[in-house]
């Protein structure tokens, strides 16, 4: 490096050794030029001296701890401890790029995912979270957005495919996962994989029908299915029979549909999925198929680029088991190509285990970031030294890290010492508490679930096949519906008036129907138990928590029965909450005299509700914000609308906090602009 002439005067064997020190340390490049630079602009030789003292002190303790870190580099937003007196952290860039974490049990791995999820969420970053022990929903406590739904509650059908995937690709891809998760070989996968064409092709899948076949109709094609024995066939068969039906047995409920429910609206959301309780196989094939759905999805979609979604796995070797990969005659599991390629589609994986050498190469070769705990195993910490390139110093480091402490390392770069900070969490959520967080949303969602359904073609197939043996199956949803026992006229007078006035509470509809308590109590139940209706229960505030209906897809078709020719419709998108607050908010504006449109579209931006005075003079813009998620976009496209006010009606006080805070981080300035309030200031 060359000097300008004026530090002539500064001692010159001082910088010289600074910058040989600066060097030494393997400070960056720029570092080091801005180092000297700024030394030679003071003149100052004292300040040589104590800049020079400073770098040897800390040579000192890198030489008597290989692990002290080298870098105060902290620009990432997501951190994961601290690593002297910075943060090691990660750049959203370099979080799309995997991280894995191992560590014993104990070691602080779960603790460190608390943290990691909370920044995830306060980032507006969605997760996906595979929980096999139930360790994640005690997180609800802290963050309102989580979704937990037990595997009881999941609804999924690995044999529809994602849109833009044809069916065709699917049913390959399908018997490619299965196969993987159950150890199948070639044979059984092309045996599989036939049988799958054969049931596409008695739905009319290739003829464009959209009504797909579910998981218990591939369980019964196979079950009637005969060969002769002692043949190849036969065996085929008979591997394939019985791990079909074993899980079909196991986890039929969950397949139980011809549409589930809707992945490409969870992977919108904050979603712990758990699975504890099910069999090993039962669980690599379920998350599988999920991960593979929602790598073909994405690719359909075109979803390149930056990072839109990170899953995360603790207990990842259920998962990521390098037991498929030395099943050689198998060939490459479908869960190597998947892992060495998410990242092109802006999905991150966060992948935790306790045993480093029982996961795949695959997962360890296509992770830019690793983060070790204390490890119980010898073996282990030889595997993670590898991994991660240690000296034989470094690798002895690894046997003395305390609980919360790990050594951490990116792709071409330096490992370093981090400690975790620690996630005070009270972890007393029982299941029950678990399944009613978000319990509104998830209701949403389950809206999209469609009953599976059999053609009449597939039933003479499946007969044929029987041979005089009949096939009865009284829980299957036949091509020809059972007729529905008719309901009173009562009760049909409380159908039409919640399908004609949706967001009155049930004391006022049983007050304009003459029904007393007990008499409309008792209607309400049977539609009810007809499944024609589903109760909700709202949060007014100081208005208590009063029950509404709501019609659900056979109440509506029950509706149109009755009325023929009459739609329902209820205006306002998203859940019936939202619908609800968005039809008060418009309510609240009309009686001001204000004209209220729902779901307006203005200058490109999509408005719950918009509100025009008289003459147009003013415009009054509306969001309604039941969670943090994705508000803060609405926020940006609202502030450049022609607007005169925008306002965002939040749930409670706790959401109007969170999305008050990351509008101001993300929108600036302008978030001035806008009034936030809860949404009962509209009652």
């Known amino acids: 490096m060359e000097f300008p002439s004026d530090l002539e005067a500064l001692d010159y064997g001082d910088l010289q050794r600074v910058l040989k020190l600066a060097r030494r340390m393997e400070l960056p490049e720029g570092d080091r030029e801005r180092l000297v630079s700024a030394l030679g602009a003071s003149g100052d030789k004292t300040l040589a001296r104590d800049i020079e003292r400073s770098l040897l002190l800390s040579e000192s303790r890198r030489v008597s701890d290989p692990l002290w870190p080298t870098s105060t580099d902290d620009r990432g937003s997501i951190h994961l401890g601290k690593s002297g007196k910075a943060q090691a952290s990660l750049t959203t860039e370099e979080l799309n790029r995997n991280l894995l974490v191992v560590g014993e049990t104990g070691s602080g791995k779960t603790n460190l995912f608390y943290h990691l999820i909370r920044q995830f969420i306060e980032q507006d970053l969605p997760i996906m979270a595979f929980d096999f022990k139930q360790d994640y929903r005690h997180l609800t406590r802290l963050e309102d957005e989580l979704i937990v739904l037990r595997w009881e509650e999941l609804k999924f059908n690995p044999l529809r495919p994602p849109e833009g995937v044809s069916p065709l690709r699917w049913l390959q891809?399908?018997?490619?996962?299965?196969?993987?998760?159950?150890?199948?070989?070639?044979?059984?996968?092309?045996?599989?994989?036939?049988?799958?064409?054969?049931?596409?092709?008695?739905?009319?899948?290739?003829?464009?029908?959209?009504?797909?076949?579910?998981?218990?109709?591939?369980?019964?094609?196979?079950?009637?299915?005969?060969?002769?024995?002692?043949?190849?066939?036969?065996?085929?068969?008979?591997t394939t029979i019985n791990r079909v039906e074993a899980i079909s047995l196991a986890v039929g409920d969950i397949l139980d549909c011809s549409q589930g429910l809707p992945m490409g609206k969870l992977l919108k959301q904050n979603v712990i999925i758990e699975l504890d309780g099910l069999a090993k196989e039962i669980q690599q094939f379920l998350v599988e198929a999920i991960l593979v759905w929602i790598y073909f999805y994405r690719m359909a979609k075109g979803h390149r680029g930056e990072l839109r979604h990170c899953i995360i796995f603790d207990e990842?070797?259920?998962?990521?088991?390098?037991?498929?990969?030395?099943?050689?005659?198998?060939?490459?599991?479908?869960?190597?190509?998947?892992?060495?390629?998410?990242?092109?589609?802006?999905?991150?994986?966060?992948?935790?285990?306790?045993?480093?050498?029982?996961?795949?190469?695959?997962?360890?070769?296509?992770?830019?970031?690793?983060?070790?705990?204390?490890?119980?195993?010898?073996k282990d910490i030889e595997e993670l030294s590898e991994v991660m390139g240690l000296t034989s110093r470094q690798e002895e480091r690894l046997y003395r890290l305390e609980v919360g402490e790990g050594v951490f390392k990116k792709s071409g770069e330096g490992p370093t010492r981090v400690s975790t900070p620690l996630v005070e969490i009270d972890k007393g959520v029982t299941t029950e508490e678990a399944k009613k967080a978000n319990e509104e949303a998830k209701r949403a969602f389950q809206v999209e679930v469609r009953d599976r359904y059999r053609p009449k073609c597939f039933e003479n197939y499946l007969q044929d096949l029987a041979g005089k043996h009949k096939v009865k199956d009284k829980s299957i949803k036949t091509g020809e519906p059972e007729k529905e026992e008719k309901i009173s006229e009562e009760a049909e007078e409380l159908l039409i008036e919640v399908a004609e006035n949706p967001f009155r509470k049930l004391s006022d509809r049983y007050q304009d129907l003459s029904l007393s308590s007990y008499k409309g109590n008792k209607l309400?139940?049977?539609?009810?138990?007809?499944?024609?209706?589903?109760?909700?229960?709202?949060?007014?505030?100081?208005?208590?928590?009063?029950?509404?209906?709501?019609?659900?897809?056979?109440?509506?078709?029950?509706?149109?029965?009755?009325?023929?020719?009459?739609?329902?419709?209820?205006?306002g998108g998203g859940s019936f909450v939202h619908k609800f607050w968005q039809n008060k908010i418009a309510g609240h504006f009309q009686e001001k005299g204000y004209e209220t449109f729902i779901e307006f579209v203005v200058d490109e931006s999509q408005l719950d509700v918009l509100a025009v005075s008289a003459g147009g003079g003013e415009r009054i813009g509306v969001e309604v914000a039941l969670s943090p998620g994705g508000e803060v976009d609405n926020i940006k496209k609202g502030l450049e609308a022609d607007l005169d006010r925008l306002i965002v009606a939040c749930k409670n006080e706790r959401v109007m906090s969170q999305v008050g805070k990351r509008a101001r981080q993300k929108v600036g300035e302008g978030v001035s602009e806008v009034r936030f309030c809860p949404v009962t200031d509209f009652l």
């Open 316 to 378: 990842a070797k259920k998962v990521f088991d390098a037991n498929k990969e030395r099943n050689y005659e198998s060939g490459v599991p479908i869960i190597d190509d998947i892992t060495a390629k998410t990242r092109e589609f802006g999905e991150a994986l966060i992948v935790g285990d306790q045993e480093l050498a029982k996961l795949t190469d695959s997962i360890k070769a296509n992770t830019y970031s690793v983060l070790g705990l204390p490890l119980g195993s010898g």
């Open 524 to 571: 309400k139940k049977k539609l009810l138990d007809k499944g024609y209706v589903k109760e909700v229960e709202l949060s007014l505030g100081a208005g208590g928590r009063p029950k509404f209906l709501q019609l659900t897809e056979k109440g509506e078709t029950l509706f149109e029965d009755i009325k023929p020719g009459e739609v329902h419709t209820v205006k």
């Open 173 to 238: 891809v399908f018997a490619n996962t299965f196969s993987d998760s159950q150890g199948f070989l070639t044979a059984s996968k092309y045996f599989l994989m036939s049988r799958v064409h054969r049931l596409y092709k008695l739905y009319g899948i290739f003829e464009g029908e959209d009504r797909y076949p579910s998981f218990h109709e591939l369980a019964e094609v196979l079950r009637y299915e005969k060969q002769p024995l002692v043949t190849k066939q036969a065996r085929y068969l008979e």
